[in-house]
């Protein structure tokens, strides 16, 4: 995330595109508009999550009916809301159509050079961080080992639940 917002503040320095001009109001602009950043932040998580939604988390198979279509329903409305996000910008004439269509293509490639660094590279590092004493303190765990991590959260917490109503229920 930090990142992303550092591209394009860096962008936005270089190409020093200025904003749109308002002429019904008063208001001048401080920054540049080339990228638009809330484009590419909305096309950046968009291209992560459904990454991540593809490639990471497996269906939940209890639920045969919502497994098939969960992935693409979550996946559309990532891209519904990043879209509404781009089309705000315009309505409210913060940028124009060019500005919105760099950053939401900045963002794409910024997210989808982002999902792969994490997951080819920083990955098998993963376990090793969240067992650093600072991780375990903060209770941050890593999943990026099991392939079902709700089916096993649900199954770990169950077999405490029966542990502990074994040792606090006792028979009369």
């Not at 999902?115 to 376990?127: D, R, W």
Request: charged share 15%.
């Amino acid at each position: 995330m930090f990142v992303n917002e550092g591209i394009n503040q860096v962008l936005k320095r270089i190409i020093a595109e200025p904003r749109p001009s308002r002429t019904s109001s008063s208001v001048q602009w401080s920054q540049y508009g080339m990228p638009s950043a809330h484009s590419q932040f909305a096309a950046y998580f968009s291209v992560f999550v459904i990454l991540l939604f593809y490639v990471r988390i497996n269906v939940v198979t209890f639920i045969i009916p919502l497994a098939k279509i969960w992935k693409h329903v979550l996946a559309a409305w990532t891209v519904l809301v990043s879209l509404a996000i781009c089309y705000s910008r315009y309505y409210l004439r913060y940028h124009t159509q060019s500005q919105i269509c760099a950053g939401f293509l900045i963002g794409l490639l910024i997210g989808a050079v982002w999902f792969v660094i994490l997951e080819k590279f920083a990955g098998p590092y993963f376990p090793i961080i969240a067992s650093l004493p600072i991780c375990e303190m903060l209770l941050i765990k890593d999943y990026s080992l099991i392939p079902n991590a709700l089916w096993c959260e649900y199954h770990c917490i169950k077999t405490e639940m029966r542990s502990r109503a074994k040792k606090y229920i006792r028979p009369e």
